[in-house]
């Protein structure tokens, strides 16, 4: 009988002393709008997650999804796959609002409830979800108390 197998891998190119360390929104969105690019950033939505390690450390920021102009599809699966695989403890998501809008809306809301109910069954941790938009502001769920 055969079987595909499997292998994962993470090849760690920065020294861990060298993440960038979270300890604020603001220090999420800017690292976030620093990388996100420019030219799309009012063109369609992009959904990111940042993953980071038990000392809030920065080990990977990963793109899941573009959408439209409205809208971009999270798949969780995928998501927590990409998580476990680089051993991630903590997670921020974001994505960018390219109408300016710093509200977040419904699907905003339940898409975050949704992940964060699965990375507590995963002990993965939620800091928060971060909206961009391309004059540089941010909306924060965590600040807004909303995590």
């Excluded at 994962?8 to 976030?32: D, G, N």
């Excluded at 903590?90 to 960018?96: D, K, M, P, T, V």
């Amino acid at each position: 009988m055969k079987v595909n197998e499997i292998k994962v891998s993470y090849k760690q190119r920065i020294p861990a002393k060298e993440w960038p360390k979270i300890e604020h929104s603001r220090e999420a969105a800017t690292l976030l709008h620093q990388t996100w690019d420019r030219d799309t950033i009012a063109l369609y939505e992009t959904f990111k997650v940042v993953i980071l390690n038990n000392g809030n450390r920065v080990k990977a920021i990963m793109e899941l999804s573009h959408g439209g102009m409205t809208g971009a599809i999270v798949d969780v699966r995928l998501l927590f796959g990409i998580v476990l695989k680089v051993a991630g403890t903590a997670i921020i998501l974001a994505h960018n609002h390219p109408s300016g809008t710093l509200n977040p809306s419904q699907a905003d809301r339940q898409i975050t409830e949704k992940i964060r109910k699965a990375g507590a069954i995963l002990d993965i941790r939620l800091l928060d979800h971060i909206l961009l938009v391309p004059d540089g502001s941010h909306y924060s769920f965590a600040d807004e108390g909303i995590l």
